[in-house]
């Protein structure tokens, strides 16, 4: 297994030479000391100070239906300073009342050069500038506290106090050569093409580096990087009441030399296009609420949305928030049979990447195994350094989109189970609970695009998450009948104690969440689970027809006009 390797690679670099301090590391660092020793003695005085400098490579390489969209890269740099005013307890980031806080966070483009006084003279005004910020922000706080009525939620500190890390890691890089995927992508595309089913087809090639440093006052210094590789692949049908189709796949790898290749990549094209083909013909199935199959990749969105960002713990302290479970540690949640944990220390699974793997979180914490719900019985929050009144300290889940605030975040999360049957014996068992019930059929949830949930306490506390291929399961030995046209949807509470037993195969779901902290990279593992009562929902639609004409290329009479036109 890869996570054996990793382990083997890490013994391995223990043994070698330290890796130097990076320019760019001293220099911040010393900044880091100057700025201190002058603004906590200012007044009001700063307590805490961080810079966090990224340094990003970026290629993409896109096409479309045969062509060659875009190809491009990119590199830049990005500074934040945070400068907290007051206390650990009370300071300038605190909550005013009811009003939405500013998820963003100020920032600035630095020169990729290793100039250490140019870089300084950028930290210096950067760090000039989010002081008065602070101070003003401050003034704001304290004058509420005057007016604003205590809640439980604002008795929690503002910031934790957290132990300094170190660690210097090898920077890393990466080298593309965008030539041979701009061929690739013209390829992939024109297969889609092929099919007269397909309206538009889009296909991406990414690669990422990301190298982090930070430093804070708590003694922090960190640099490490990531790179990774992502291949999508996107077509776009429609049926003939007008309802869109979508199908989409992809590849995520870290080593250049992991690359699926043609074979692979023309084989889930293939794929996607029966389906599209089998999608444009499946009749809509109706409202439903009964016994329901999801499988693995179905159900790890699934307790992603109902179940993961109800346990970030920012969440918990927010007074527009829901708070679900803010008050439920210690309390069963889910079934006994099932317990979650999110380990963004785990590069692989079974072989397969896991896309919400990392070192160290967004605010320097190192990434930490977290165990939330322990056979059924909930026991902490996923954290970041925003304590809870009943959780002081982070657990490495402070996470956020360049450009963004860090707030808790999911990682992989990942869901066991102790009473487990093949898929087989599921499906049996599906097919005895809609007898049971007396239902014409059950659902049977192959594949998940997505969802999003609503958490806030001005919205229902419901979810919707959002199929893909769907299949009717009939009690009566008759085929599945796949169908399309609808939305699971439900409220978590009620929802996570329908479960009533799970497959013994885990499946991997690897995305982009976006939340308040911008749109991170997660994955969730779950085995299939079967509910003994899911409600859908007609899922939105359109009413506009597919084309009048035929595409070019699937128009006879197109093809004999050009046929006639050409030279003989």
């Known amino acids: 297994m890869l996570s054996a390797a990793c382990a083997c690679a890490a013994a391995e670099h223990k043994a070698k ?21 002058t603004l906590s003695k200012a007044d009001p005085a ?39 005013v007051g206390d650990y307890q009370l300071d300038d980031t605190h909550k005013l009342g009811d009003r939405p806080p500013s998820w963003t966070s100020p920032g600035t483009s630095v020169t990729l050069d290793d100039d250490i006084p140019v870089l300084r003279r950028e930290i210096w005004r950067e760090t000039d500038n989010q002081y008065r910020a602070a101070v003003e922000a401050l003034i704001k706080v304290k004058t509420s506290q005057q007016v604003q009525a205590p809640t439980p939620e604002a008795a929690a500190p503002d910031f934790s106090r957290e132990q300094p890390h170190t660690y210097i890691g090898p920077p890393v890089t990466i080298s593309v050569d ?23 087809s889009i296909v991406t090639f990414t690669a990422l580096g990301m190298n ?79 016994p329901a199959l999801l499988t693995g990749r179905a159900a790890a969105v699934f307790f992603h949305e109902v179940f993961g960002h109800r346990a970030e713990g920012f969440r918990q302290k927010d007074v527009n928030e829901g708070q679900t479970f803010s008050s439920k540690i210690g309390e069963q949640i889910l079934p006994s049979f099932l317990s979650i944990k999110d380990d963004p220390t785990e590069a692989a699974l079974g072989g397969q990447m ?48 360049l450009g963004y605030v860090p707030v808790a975040r999911q990682g992989n999360l990942i869901v066991s189970s102790t009473r487990t049957m093949t898929n087989d014996q599921l499906r049996q068992k599906l097919i005895e609970m809609v007898k049971a019930q007396g239902k014409p059929f059950g659902l049977l949830i192959d594949d998940i695009s997505g969802g999003f949930t609503f958490t806030g306490r001005g919205n229902p506390q419901a979810f919707q998450v959002q199929p893909l291929v769907v299949y009717k399961v009939f009690p009566d030995g008759r085929p599945d009948q796949l169908v399309r046209g609808v939305d699971i949807v439900g409220t978590p509470l009620v929802s996570l104690t329908k479960i009533v037993a799970t497959g013994d195969t885990p499946e991997i779901f690897n995305g982009y969440c976006g939340a308040e902290s911008g749109s991170v990279p997660v994955s969730a593992v779950s085995p299939a689970i079967l509910i003994s009562e899911m409600e859908v929902q007609k899922k939105e639609t359109s009413t506009d027809r597919p084309p009048i004409l035929p595409a070019p290329a ?8 050009e046929t006639e036109r050409a030279p003989k």
Request: glycine share 6%; proline share 6%; hydrophobic share 35%.
């Open 212 to 290: 982090q440093y930070q430093v804070n006052t708590e003694g922090t210094q960190l640099a490490f990087g990531q790179v990774h590789y992502r291949l999508e692949l996107f077509l776009q049908s429609k049926a003939p009441d007008g309802m869109d189709i979508e199908r989409y796949a992809n590849f995520d790898w870290l080593d250049p030399n992991d690359a699926p290749n043609d074979a692979t990549v023309l084989a889930s094209i293939k794929t996607l296009v029966q389906e599209a083909q089998a999608l444009d013909e499946a009749p809509l199935v109706d409202p439903y609420a009964g």
């Open 17 to 37: 030479a330290p890796v130097a301090t990076p320019a760019l590391l001293a220099a911040m660092q010393d900044e880091l000391g100057r700025s201190m020793d």
């Open 178 to 200: 965008r030539k041979p995927w701009e061929q690739r992508v013209r390829e992939y595309t024109a297969a889609f093409s092929k099919s007269p089913t397909v309206l538009n």
């Open 354 to 401: 896991l896309l919400g793997y990392y070192q160290y979180d967004d605010e320097g914490a190192p990434a930490e195994d977290v165990h939330l719900v322990d056979n059924g019985v909930l026991k902490t929050f996923l954290m970041s350094r925003s304590p809870l009144t009943d959780v002081q300290h982070s657990n490495g889940h402070g996470r956020r989109q």
């Open 46 to 84: 700063v307590y805490f100070i961080s810079y966090t400098v990224a340094d990003r490579e970026y290629a993409e390489v896109s096409g479309s239906n045969g062509a060659l969209l875009s190809s491009t890269e990119d590199r830049g740099r990005w500074l934040e300073v945070q400068t907290r």
């Open 554 to 561: 699937h128009d006879p009479e197109a093809a004999q006009t």
